[in-house]
């Protein structure tokens, strides 16, 4: 069946890294091992490929960030890859985290010098709760870095994960002289930028081979050698159910600008890497092999053409199969929407499409009609789950600058709000308004959107708050109480949700301390 067919040949998932460990040169790096790409290139012309495959914001650009989380899909071995570009930036988590929400796997890429990084830790946190399956990319090992036994072991304590190295270098920096592949039991030898399939990578298959002596001098055979009897002895054997399961990660050492490692990557990816997976929603378990379609809503990304206001939607399929020109049922409007440009995402080309099947992500051109987290079915009311916002880390009242333009600033806040470029709140007692954020960057972004797009200005007043919590109770009474008490710390969300907004963590201890009925969540999914 076409259909089976499509979904068994899709593997949707994202790259993940702290910025600078090289998650841009390995998506690139992958791309032109899929054909969606040409030709690599140098570093300069990454950063401008960088701008021109997935920065579609004017602000990106002057800003050098990537903001956007773009879409690339590629084949490779009969399989289509679907890579979802996620920013590396601190301040975009809350994007990369919904990102997440769309992937069945992830990778994710650390710098052998750097080890584990506090953006690493925070995203593969998101991974972890989800039980997505991670596999491991150690980067820069033509560079000196930490001892592999010592990364595995940072690796494990810090992000939690229990690893299972399936390739270990021979050397690193000046000695690295290659990989030794124990999924594939072969050595490759490693030549600074040379094409992988070229005849100058030297593949040996038993470790015992004089041979390799040869190749990488005695001592440095000899540590290999004991290296990875070591590691065949310390952990266990890989086992892809566990690897599907989130339980262990199996770990690759290469270095993704030499176009090394990766192939190998690439093509155990392949091998292991789950299908599109099922999704929870309120009311049930959704199997991607229903024939009815449905899907969400992870990502609006606003502004692709300056000159109009629209806006794409990122639609996840889930289940079923998405056809263009054909009505579905928007859960949350209570309305039906069809959609005749419905877009797929190659590399740096989109193109329209007439379907798409589960794992695939499509752009949804829209007017407005969408939020972060909307669903989209056949006309069954469901309501996907694990789209959380996290309580922002800064806040900031805002103050409307220009009173004639009102109602261009309302409608302005609201809309990037629904985006999810931050969160909204509206204190009870004053009815002021309160932006949070996870970083400083888009107070600044709100306020350049807000002006570019929307002709509204405002400016900031600063705040002194924590963080929020999204509070309910078995017993309504509770909560009444709560507000009625604390009326100057009680705000609501863009969803009407009720949020304690904390001055201090000693004030959320006094609140939890006094009303020991009510809960207080860190996020609004609960
Ligand atoms: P990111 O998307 O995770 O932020 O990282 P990106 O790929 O942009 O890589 C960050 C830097 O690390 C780049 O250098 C890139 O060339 C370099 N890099 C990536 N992989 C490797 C590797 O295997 N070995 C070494 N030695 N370097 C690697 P840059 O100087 O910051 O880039 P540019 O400013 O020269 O463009």
């Known amino acids: 069946m ?7 040949k899709r593997k949707t998932f994202a790259i993940i890294a702290h910025p600078d460990a090289g998650k841009t040169t390995l998506t690139e790096k992958l791309l032109l091992f899929g054909g969606a790409i040409q030709e690599a290139g ?4 990454n950063k401008i490929k960088k701008h021109a495959t997935s920065d579609f914001m004017e602000i990106e650009k002057q800003r050098g960030i990537s903001v956007a ?7 490779y071995r009969d399989k289509q890859i679907n890579i979802l570009d996620t920013p590396g930036h601190k301040d975009f988590a809350e994007d990369t985290y919904r990102t997440l929400t769309a992937v069945d796997s992830v990778i994710v890429v650390i710098d052998v ?9 925070r995203l593969v946190e998101v991974c972890r709760m989800r039980k997505t399956p991670i596999i491991v990319f150690i980067n820069k090992l033509d560079r000196e870095g930490k001892d592999g036994f010592d990364l595995l072991d940072e690796i494990e304590q810090k992000l939690k994960l229990k690893v299972i190295p399936l390739s270990w270098p021979a050397g690193m920096g000046q000695r690295f002289k290659g990989v030794y592949s124990l999924y594939e039991k072969n050595l490759i030898l490693f030549r600074a930028h040379a094409k992988q399939d070229d005849d100058n990578i030297f593949k040996i298959s038993d470790l015992s081979d004089p041979l390799l002596d040869d190749q990488i001098g005695k001592p440095l055979a000899d540590e290999l050698r004991d290296e990875v009897h070591t590691i065949e002895s310390i952990y266990p054997e890989f086992s892809r159910e566990d690897y599907l399961k989130g339980d262990v990660s199996p770990v690759f050492f290469g270095s993704a600008v030499n176009n090394f ?3 190998e990557l690439l093509d155990c990816f392949v091998d292991i890497a789950p299908q599109p997976m099922g999704r929870d929603t309120e009311e049930r378990h959704i199997q991607p092999e229903e024939e009815k379609f449905t899907g969400f809503i992870f990502k609006i990304h606003a502004n692709m053409d300056p000159k109009h206001r629209d806006r794409i939607a990122f639609l996840r399929v889930c289940s079923g199969t998405f056809e263009r020109n054909t009505n579905y049922y928007h859960v949350r409007q209570e309305k039906n929407l069809k959609f005749s440009n419905p877009t797929a995402f190659m590399a740096s080309k989109k193109s329209v499409i007439d379907e798409a099947y589960p794992g695939d992500i499509v752009g949804l051109y829209d007017s407005g009609n969408f939020k972060i987290g909307d669903s989209l079915t056949e006309g069954e009311k469901l309501h996907f789950k694990g789209i959380p916002s996290f309580s922002p880390e800064q806040f900031r009242f805002v103050n409307n600058t220009d009173p004639m333009k009102t109602k261009q600033l309302n409608k302005g806040l609201d809309q990037l709000m629904d985006e999810g470029v931050a969160q909204l709140f509206t204190k009870e007692d004053n009815g002021r308004k309160i932006i949070g954020t996870v970083g400083a960057l888009q107070f600044d972004i709100i306020q350049y959107r807000l002006k570019h797009e929307y002709g509204a200005s405002c400016d900031y007043e600063p705040v002194n708050l924590y963080k929020a919590f999204w509070i309910d109770s078995k017993n309504p009474g509770a909560v009444k109480e709560l507000v009625a008490r604390r009326k100057k710390d009680i705000a609501r969300d863009t969803d009407g949700k009720l949020v304690f907004l904390a001055e201090s963590a000693w004030s959320l201890k006094m609140a939890q301390e006094n009303h020991p009925e009510v809960d207080f969540h860190f996020t609004s999914e609960y």
């Open 113 to 121: 010098a750097k080890g584990v990084e506090e953006q690493t830790e």
């Open 69 to 75: 989380t773009s879409v690339m899909a590629f084949e």
């Open 2 to 8: 076409v259909f089976l067919d499509e979904l068994q």
């Open 42 to 45: 140098a570093v300069k012309s």
């Open 261 to 263: 490692g990766v192939r």
